[in-house]
């Protein structure tokens, strides 16, 4: 499913604005939202047993996370026994206000996993999507920042996020960064805008926006798209191994240094640092890890490797000779001689890298069925394509 959510006024607009920078709230821009998630596809999601677990399928109550045992039960399974969520259990829970968090629910189905790429492609991003279903007036969180900017897309019922006025710098997923819900509201500062998010709409928090959100019906739910990107801190595990490499990290220290001594290491490790880290090799692997940083989502379409027929892959080590009016196949050591009515074929072919049944069926019409299939069959015995 191709969502297109994003169109070019709006990258314009929002690369200038408020990437980075400041939340934005758009009205009714999610085309197809009721095809990507509600409420039914939610309760086929949830229904699939196997899908959850006690690191995906979290439930709170009022701020409150519920513990897993609390709402999950043992299933007999082929791999198994396993503790997985138990349907009357959690409706139990939700019937009493509980929230429902799903975590990387980004790849559970199509819809999703196209705003999901779409997302990575417009920010370049690795995208990581966790759903949220909230009963009316029950929060799951307070006031709080993420480490990573969010994309809240709103699919069922109605929900108000209230934005207060500070930004973190900077945060990521770090003890130094956890604070108490008592520290949370007090460096959230003043309340600056509430907005309500119905179907279709969307609201952009920059990275350490703090913020908190309430369902003002029941039976809300969004789906918050995290987007992050590389960071120094990343690169610098990336290059590990070559500080390893060099012999200075290696070396012991006297334990008998001085402070002057360790100064002067520190100085040292400073400039070793530069000489290993700052060289044209390192700034490729910088940027090929730039490029590779997003996520691979890929969804299945056996639909077209069905009609497309068989694929072969063609062999680069065989070419045709001519002789006259003869052709021949050769690989350098053998010679094949072509049959006229397989020629034309086989030419087509050997210019190829992969070849499928329709391509070949849809190019040569003219030709019988049982010419191609008994060319095919005889090329691919002869492992010409394979
Ligand atoms: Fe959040």
């Given amino acids: 499913m191709n969502t297109n959510i994003f169109d ?9 604005n408020n990437f980075g920078k400041k939340y934005l709230y758009k009205k009714d821009i999610i085309r197809n939202h009721s095809k990507i998630m509600s409420l039914d596809i939610l309760n086929e999601i949830l229904s699939i047993r196997t899908n959850w677990n006690n690191k ?9 996370p519920i513990n897993y045992s609390e709402y999950s039960s043992l299933f007999l399974e082929t791999a198994g026994k396993f503790l997985r969520p138990d349907v009357d259990k959690v409706q139990n829970w939700i019937s009493r206000g509980s929230s429902i968090v799903l975590n990387e629910i980004d790849s559970m189905n199509t819809g999703l996993m196209s705003v999901a790429n779409e997302l990575q492609s417009l920010t370049g991003g690795r995208c990581q999507g966790n ?24 699919f069922e019922g109605e929900k108000i996020w209230n934005i207060y006025e500070n930004i973190e710098l900077n945060p990521i997923n770090h003890p130094n960064f956890k604070y108490s819900p008592e520290e949370r509201i007090k460096k959230a500062g003043k309340l600056i805008d509430q907005v309500t998010l119905r179907p279709g709409d969307l609201l952009y928090l920059p990275r350490g926006q703090y913020h908190d959100a309430l369902a003002s019906m029941s ?20 290059l590990w191994d070559k500080l390893i490499n060099s012999d200075y990290m290696r070396q012991d220290i006297d334990r ?3 402070k002057q001594d ?13 000489k290993v880290i700052c060289t044209d ?3 490729e692997i910088f940027f090929n890890n730039i490029e590779k940083w997003p996520y691979k989502f890929k969804d299945y379409s056996l639909n077209n490797i069905i009609s497309e027929g068989r694929k072969y892959k063609v062999s680069k080590l065989v070419k045709i000779e001519k002789n006259g009016e003869q052709a021949f196949l050769t690989n350098g050591n053998n010679k094949v001689l072509i049959p006229k009515e397989y ?8 210019k190829q890298d992969f070849v499928t049944d329709h391509l070949i069926n849809s190019n040569f019409k003219h030709l019988s069925k049982t010419i191609i299939i008994d060319c095919l069959k005889k090329l691919n015995d002869m492992k010409v394509i394979s």
């Fill in 8 to 16: 070019e006024t709006f990258n314009k607009d929002f690369f200038l």
């Fill in 56 to 64: 995906n399928f979290i439930m709170m109550l009022d701020r409150k």
């Fill in 131 to 154: 759903l949220y279903f909230s009963m009316q007036s029950h929060q799951a969180f307070g006031p709080h920042c993420d480490e990573h900017d969010v994309f809240a897309i709103h």
């Fill in 219 to 238: 039976g809300a739910i969004h789906v918050a798209f995290g987007l992050t990107y590389l960071k120094p801190i990343d690169i610098i595990s990336v």
């Fill in 256 to 258: 008998k240094s001085t």
């Fill in 262 to 274: 360790l100064k002067n290491h520190l100085k040292t490790i400073a400039l070793e640092l530069e």
């Fill in 281 to 283: 090799e390192n700034t």
């Fill in 343 to 350: 020629l034309e074929v086989t030419n087509f072919i050997l």
